[in-house]
């Protein structure tokens, strides 16, 4: 059986990054650097090498920075031509005429408002959702696998990652049923379940690939956890209407939105670069030392 394909990729990226002060008071936590690259870039790349063709940006004030991002910087490529130094730092940045888009959340209602005000783009097809906080590392990247076990099973794919039991309040919680491989079905999800009660230890990180059904789930969604509208209520819904699965990364997750993930994606990426890797890994052996 084919599925329709996942072209459009959802970014939600209009948190205050509050966690992250005063790094972020007046640049959008989503442009903070892991070696070399803004925490985004990694998220687009992720999505891009995926065979996602079009990128939603759901924004806020003071994001400009992303737009630049990924807009092409005339003079800045003018003055290194005329320096005759190398473009190769940019490359990638430039992406197809009509993408990306940029949607504006108005207010901080939640990830599931978030993602509902991305869906006049997404309209009727299946999409993906990347949350730019956590950096995924793998190869083939995390949202490549996720699509690669959508085209065997179709409907929802989520991720599924274990975590220990003391982290369950912090997550969306998955209740699974049969596993295959890399596949978990899921049969309840539960957003930051209280302490002793998660239905089990697999939590959802940032990485989905939902039906668009669920936007229209969102449109009436009902506050849960923390007053906000949460993605994970309403995809529970779809539970038992579509096929509903977990995917287990095969990879590395850091959490760069808390300063410990943040810091240990600059060590290992760090140290896995040819350039400064060496140079790094002895630094660190000193410093341990
Ligand atoms: C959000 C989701 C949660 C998910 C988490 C992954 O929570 O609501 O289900 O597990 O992202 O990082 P947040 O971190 O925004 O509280």
Not at 173 to 183: F, N
Request: proline share 6%.
């Amino acid at each position: 059986m084919t599925f329709k394909p996942v072209r459009k990729a959802v970014l939600p990226v209009a948190g205050l990054g509050t966690r992250f002060l005063p790094a972020t008071k007046a640049m959008p936590k989503e442009m903070l650097t892991v070696v070399d690259k803004p925490l985004i870039q990694y998220a687009v790349e992720e999505a891009l090498e995926a065979g996602i063709e079009q990128i939603i940006f759901v924004t806020g004030r003071n994001k400009s920075a992303l737009e630049d991002h990924f807009d092409i910087s005339y003079e800045l490529e003018d003055t290194m031509r005329a320096r005759g130094k190398s473009l190769s730092a940019l490359e990638g940045l430039r992406q197809k005429p009509g993408s990306p888009v940029y949607v504006r959340q108005q207010e901080p209602l939640g990830l599931g408002h978030a993602v509902w005000c991305a869906r006049d783009i997404v309209g009727d097809e299946p999409f993906a959702v990347l949350l730019p906080d956590e950096l995924m590392a793998g190869t083939p990247g995390f949202l490549s696998q996720m699509v690669e076990a959508y085209r065997q099973v179709g409907g929802n794919v989520i991720g599924a990652l274990e975590v220990a039991d003391s982290e369950t309040d912090k997550y969306g919680i998955i209740s699974p049923g049969k596993v295959y491989g890399r596949l978990t079905e899921v049969t309840a999800l539960v957003e930051k379940p209280a302490r002793g009660t998660a239905p089990s230890n697999l939590m959802i990180p940032g990485r989905y690939i939902l039906q668009p059904e669920v936007m229209r789930i969102l449109e009436t969604q009902e506050k849960g956890a923390g007053g906000e509208i949460q993605l994970t209520d309403a995809m529970a819904q779809l539970i038992g209407r579509q096929p509903f699965h977990g995917y287990t990364f095969d990879g590395a997750r850091y959490d760069c939105g808390d300063k410990a993930g943040y810091i240990q994606a600059n060590l290992a990426l760090a140290l896995q670069r040819e350039d400064i890797g060496p140079v790094v890994r002895e630094f660190a052996r000193a410093l341990l030392n």
